[in-house]
């Protein structure tokens, strides 16, 4: 769904393909630049010789550049070309490409040449939606990458429970919450993770539910770490909730069928959010821009070591 392009620094002197590049990555295209290394942006001003006027657009889009990079954590020398080093680490964890400037020593299949890329160019034309097996792993590997890089995740389902309408109880809600949180504390902290649920008319949430929600997801979270649950409901002239979403400060990823588990055999569409869209829904649950009234909310405290 989000792919990792390593960009060699010294594109930034051919100023169209580097803009061009930039430009046409982010979550919403499906595509960050790797922080290879991690003073990647460094390295690149380091290298630029352009001056006057587009320097200063260069320097700007580089400070810029934060929500279009993705940490590497890979192995660099110093010693070495960065594109010594970035073969290196495509050969130990592969990069969906590497992007460099024109270089007869590397002519390799998944080497594309900076000012030769457009969008059809094999491997820079990625996919930002595709159906997914209804299985928790596949489910949660769809937003990996995107959960891996978030500070501030947003779970929605008008659906979600831990029974069903019978009070049955039901793991497959939990099942993939389980994996999408695990995901999200990978190798750094959460500042805010949600869970943003629908009031049910027949159903409502009463103290044995709440009771029975926190139960099940409190040992999902590390101690020391919460998730707020807020209970929403139809404003009068409003919409009603009704898409699933995996929402961050990155972008947004949608579930066409939901969250949870399904049947063997059974798929769903996922998409990449594009970046209005995502803005727009990213608004809608946020509690001071909310589009729809809040019935109820608790933080569930985290128990598991």
Known sequence: MISEFALDPAVVND???FKYIVDQCGVHHGRLISGFPGSWQRMALNLCQIQGTKRTAIVEKLRNMRYKMMNSNRIYNDQQEWIVNAEQQHCIKPFHAIITTPNPTMDREYVLIADDIEENTPLWNVRRG???PRT???????????LSISKEIIFI???FDVKDNDGKEIDRFINTLRYFINFSFINKP???IELHLRHN?????????WENLCA??????????????FIWKKKW????????????????IRYDYGLDEGWKGETTDVDLLDEKLYEERWKDFQEDTAAFKLVDKMLIEGTRD
Do not use: M, Q
């Not at 997801?217 to 919460?226: F, T």
């Open 15 to 17: 100023w169209p393909s």
């Open 130 to 132: 595709k159906p997914v």
């Open 136 to 146: 928790a792993k596949a489910l949660a590997e769809c937003a990996f990458t995107l």
């Open 157 to 159: 389902d008008r659906h």
């Open 190 to 192: 959460v500042k805010r």
């Open 201 to 209: 008319k027949r159903h409502p949430i009463d103290s044995n539910s």
């Open 216 to 229: 099940k997801i409190a040992p999902l979270i590390p101690k020391c770490s919460n998730i707020k649950v």
């Open 237 to 252: 002239d409003g919409d009603e909730i009704h898409a699933r979403y995996i929402l961050t400060e990155r972008g947004g």
